[in-house]
């Protein structure tokens, strides 16, 4: 017959052999969750980097069209003459 002493330390030695493989699969996860976050975080950068570059592209674009837009008015409303230096001097008459 065995012992309650005997018993009780083959319970322990289960009880410590599951928690070993508890954590040893803990760990596991762990690692692997890791390995998913590094890429998904590295794969959000490059989209983070493509969508700026994508907008400093389109932000210049339009700037350069402004900039078109600017230059065709203020010749349309003075001519092509150079850039005034002073204002015109409108008439005291309105």
Not at 38 to 64: H, L, N
């Amino acid at each position: 017959m065995i012992s309650n002493l005997t018993k009780g330390m083959n319970r322990l030695s289960d009880e410590i052999s599951v928690l070993r493989r508890n954590r040893a699969e803990l760990r596991s996860g762990l690692a692997l969750g890791r390995s998913n976050l590094e890429k998904t975080i590295s794969e959000m950068i490059a989209g983070f980097q493509r969508d700026r570059k994508e907008m400093a592209e389109k932000t210049k674009a339009e700037v350069a069209e402004f900039m078109r837009d600017l230059k065709g008015g203020r010749a349309a409303w003075f001519g092509s003459a150079p850039l005034r230096t002073t204002p015109p001097v409108l008439s005291e008459e309105h």
